[in-house]
């Protein structure tokens, strides 16, 4: 069966620079979230997406952003990097709004 | 604010042993509960998922409770094996079902 596809699986990136995640839901899933897990912690929602429109948002800093797009796929941009945002970075989907969430294996992102 | 906790953070066992993680949570208005599998470094593995109007749900090896009146939930494994070591994580749905909120986690260590 189909599942959740993000890309990178592994990003390095300096400090200041900006990156951009991708995410792929899985067909039919209409459904987006996005969370961080830092070293050590549990994760953390940042943003969720329904039908391409921003449905809730959590502690995601200023200096990120998301969209989905019109085929579902989702993208977290990140500018002027900050050696805290070191982290794995999990999309999710589900086939509605409060169904399953289902989750990809994650982008390590790595700030230097 | 929704807050999760999951005691123990961290247990070993001999193998064969049956064993209960706990899962508390502050408030009971929740959607589901979904508990998840997370190996080191790797991504979220969804083990069960408990929708607010069960009280249990079982997979193989695993049972899992849900008692939204009092904000608990367990996991129950059977004849616990060596493979089942791993982090494992309780997070609820929020009341409208687009985000999760994680516990902390329980670190299961189990021997050969």
């Known amino acids: 069966a189909a599942g959740v596809i993000q890309s990178p699986r592994h990003l390095i990136k300096e400090k200041r620079e900006t990156a951009t995640l991708k995410c792929y839901p899985i067909p039919r899933h209409d459904t987006v979230y996005w969370y961080q897990q830092g070293p050590g912690q549990d994760p953390q929602f940042l943003i969720s997406?329904?039908?391409?429109?921003?449905?809730d948002k959590g502690s995601i800093p200023d200096r990120f952003s998301a969209q989905q797009f019109s085929d579902y796929h989702s993208e977290l941009n990140m500018s002027s990097l900050e050696l805290g945002d070191s982290a794995l970075y999990f999309c999710?989907?589900?086939?509605?709004?409060?169904?399953?969430?289902?989750f990809g294996p994650g982008t390590r992102l790595t700030v230097t | 604010k929704q807050e999760v906790t999951q005691i123990p953070a961290a247990l070993s066992v001999p193998e064969g042993e049956n064993l209960v993680l706990n899962c508390s949570f502050t408030?009971?208005?929740?959607?589901?509960l979904q508990w998840f599998r997370q190996d080191p470094g790797k991504g979220l593995t969804s083990l069960l998922l408990?929708?607010?109007?069960?009280r249990e749900q079982t997979s193989g090896r695993l049972n899992a409770s849900l008692d939204k009146s009092s904000g608990r939930s367990t996991l129950y494994i059977a004849a616990s094996q060596p493979g089942d070591s791993a982090t494992y994580l309780c997070a609820v749905y929020n009341n409208a079902g687009n985000m999760l909120t994680f516990g902390g986690g329980t670190r299961l260590m189990v021997k050969p």
């Open positions: 997406f329904y039908e391409k429109m921003q449905s």
């Open positions: 408990i929708q607010s109007s069960q």
């Open positions: 408030d009971s208005a929740i959607y589901n």
């Open positions: 999710a989907s589900s086939l509605r709004q409060g169904d399953e969430q289902y």
